[in-house]
C-alpha cells in the first residue's frame, strides 16, 4: 500500500493538481486485502499530502485461472486461512483438479484518478 501511494503522488507530479477527489484502486481477491484495511492504511498515508482528503475507492478483481485441460474462468472455494494473510492459497481447476495458473484476481493498482486541476 506504501508503494501505491508512492506510486500516485509521482503521478500526480506531472500534473498542475489542486486536489485530488477521488482514487479508485482495482484490488485482486486473491490479494487477500480487506477494503477496510486499505481505506484505513489510505487515510494514514494521505496525511498531509496532495491525496488528503480524497476518497478512496476499491474496485475487487475476480480471480480468473487457466488450466492445461482448458478451463478458463473463475475457481469455486477459494479459501483463506485465517493465518494466511501473506499468504497465497491453492488454488484447482473446478474441472480436472490440477494445479492451475493464475490469469487476474492479484492486482494491487491504480485505475484512475479523478483530480482538479490549476488553470
Ligand atoms: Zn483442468
Redesign the pocket.
Known amino acids: 500500500m506504501a508503494a501505491l501511494i508512492e506510486a500516485i503522488k509521482k503521478e500526480l507530479e506531472s500534473y498542475q493538481v489542486l486536489s485530488v477527489k477521488e482514487v479508485t484502486l482495482i484490488v485482486g481477491r486473491l490479494t487477500n486485502l480487506g477494503a477496510e484495511q486499505l481505506e484505513f492504511a489510505f487515510e494514514v498515508m494521505s496525511r498531509n499530502s496532495i491525496l488528503e482528503g480524497s476518497k478512496l475507492v476499491i474496485e475487487e478483481e475476480d480471480i480468473i485461472v487457466e ?5 478458463e474462468g473463475p475457481v469455486e472455494n477459494v479459501e483463506f486461512g485465517e493465518d494466511s494473510h501473506y499468504s497465497v492459497p491453492n488454488l ?7 494445479a ?1 495458473s493464475i490469469i487476474t484476481g492479484r492486482s494491487c493498482c491504480v485505475k484512475c484518478l479523478d483530480i482538479e486541476e490549476a488553470g
Open positions: 488450466c492445461k485441460c482448458g478451463y484447482s481447476c473446478p474441472v480436472c483438479g490440477s492451475v
